[in-house]
């Protein structure tokens, strides 16, 4: 029988030693926590988005999304949502983001837990992992030691399932980063994505606070790159929110590659710059004493207005031409709807729900298993691979842990 020892009892550890253990193995987790699954509390506020049934688009992102495709494809997620059925999960469906229908993530890591226990994996609490060789037995057999303050463990076969440094939440750690270095696996650094970002200017302050529904374009040197729509939030250092979420991950790299890197908001999405012009032209003549301040009551958060108007905040518009007017409106819808600003970095990566880089995924073939380590297999975050919001990234760890947990057992 086959024994596999797993570093980290996260969202793809665990789905690594189940189904190893379904597949004969003999499975332990060693988790540097009091207790296993502690990220996989804060999924979805509590809620846990735990898969998506559209894998179109940009969902998934690394330097080889297709890699990432094939491995999700060994186990997709329907077959995700029939595996946490099975356990005793009813589960919701809006719009293809999958949830618990209790939602509550508590309980998806408890039937994660029962299933595990059910099947004999030892899980050892509070045993951190710092290091993990290769040895030749007497026998001529290739077996694995893994390193813990207390503790040199044997196993046929490891699976690095320890996640990123991304979030407040304990465990976070860049033990993938320092053990692949020692490994010598080739590695990207980390990076913070699904992060608020940091602007330029001194206005933030003013709007700090506001909610509104928004679209947000990346543009990187003049050429635009990706859009994404809903609530944005303002912030007193930048922006944030789900929109602003979906694209930061390229900002932040584009910044980290010395790319003149920007956002355009558009604060009216759904009007086109030439309906807006006429509302506001239309605001005028109904209102004509009220300033250019004044006339924005109504059509935009309070907080937004002095920041979009800046200096022409009081200004008295009475006395312009028709033209003038016209012109201005135009200026002004202009500016509403193409808010520009510049990205000047991420905010701490303990405000980060997930990271970008990881093992590169040229290192390891369809299995997860290192191809110049074979018994070496690593998972979830640990890898090249960042998902959108929406359940991708839980989505990949299921994906990475059935694929690497199922292999593991049959060495
Ligand atoms: C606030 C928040 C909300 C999120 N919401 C969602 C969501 O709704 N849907 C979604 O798809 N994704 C979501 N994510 C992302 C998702 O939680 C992660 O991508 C996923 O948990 C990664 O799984 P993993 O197994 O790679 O790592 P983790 O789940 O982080 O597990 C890694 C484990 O390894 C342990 N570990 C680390 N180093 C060591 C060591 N040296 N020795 C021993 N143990 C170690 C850690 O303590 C941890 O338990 C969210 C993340 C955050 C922070």
Not at 400 to 408: H, I, K, L, T, V
């Amino acid at each position: 029988m086959s024994s596999v020892l797993i570093v980290g009892g996260g969202a793809s550890g665990l789905m690594a030693a189940i189904t190893a253990a379904r597949c004969g193995a003999t499975v332990t987790v060693l988790e540097q926590n009091e207790k296993p699954g502690r990220k996989l509390l804060a999924t979805g506020n509590g809620k846990c988005n735990l898969t998506n049934l559209d894998l179109s688009g940009l969902c998934v992102r690394s330097e080889d999304p297709a890699f990432i495709h094939s491995v999700i494809a060994q186990f997709p997620p329907e077959e995700i949502v029939a595996f946490f059925n099975a356990l005793g999960l009813r589960t919701i469906d809006r719009d293809g983001w999958v949830y618990p229908a209790t939602e509550q993530a508590t309980q998806v890591l408890e039937l994660l837990l029962m299933e595990a226990e059910r099947l004999g994996v030892k899980i050892k609490t509070r045993e951190t992992v710092s290091g993990i060789r290769k040895e030749l037995t007497e026998t001529g057999k290739r077996r694995f030691l893994t390193q813990t303050a207390t503790w040199e463990y044997a196993s046929d076969t490891v699976i690095l399932a320890c996640g990123s440094p991304a979030s407040a939440v304990k465990g976070s750690s860049d033990t993938a980063a320092v053990l692949a270095e020692a490994l010598r696996l080739d590695f990207i650094p980390f990076l913070p994505a699904l992060v608020p970002l940091k602007i330029r200017g001194n206005f933030a302050s003013r709007w700090a606070g506001t909610r509104i529904h928004a679209k947000a374009m990346l543009v990187v040197d003049g050429e635009e790159l990706l859009e994404d729509e809903g609530e944005v939030q303002l912030t007193e250092y930048g922006i944030s929110g789900i929109p602003v979420f979906q694209l930061s991950r390229f900002a932040v790299r584009a910044i980290e590659t010395g790319h003149d890197t920007r956002i355009l908001l558009n604060f009216l999405p759904d009007l086109t710059e030439e309906e807006l012009t006429d509302e506001l032209m239309n605001r005028l003549q109904a209102h004509p004493d009220r300033s250019m301040a004044k006339m924005l009551v109504g059509l935009l958060p309070d907080r937004l207005i002095p920041v979009i108007t800046g200096e022409d905040s009081g200004r008295d518009l009475k006395n312009l031409s028709l033209m003038e007017l016209g012109q201005r409106m135009e200026e002004l819808a202009w500016h509403i709807t193409h808010f520009e600003v510049e990205i000047r970095g991420a905010a701490a990566l303990s405000q980060a729900q997930v990271c970008s880089g990881g093992i590169r995924t040229e290192e390891l073939n369809e299995h997860m298993e290192c191809q110049r380590i074979p018994g070496l297999y690593v998972t979830g975050e640990a890898v090249d691979m960042d998902g959108a919001c929406g359940g991708y990234n839980l989505t990949w760890a299921w994906a990475s842990g059935f694929a690497a947990g199922r292999d593991a057992a049959r060495r």
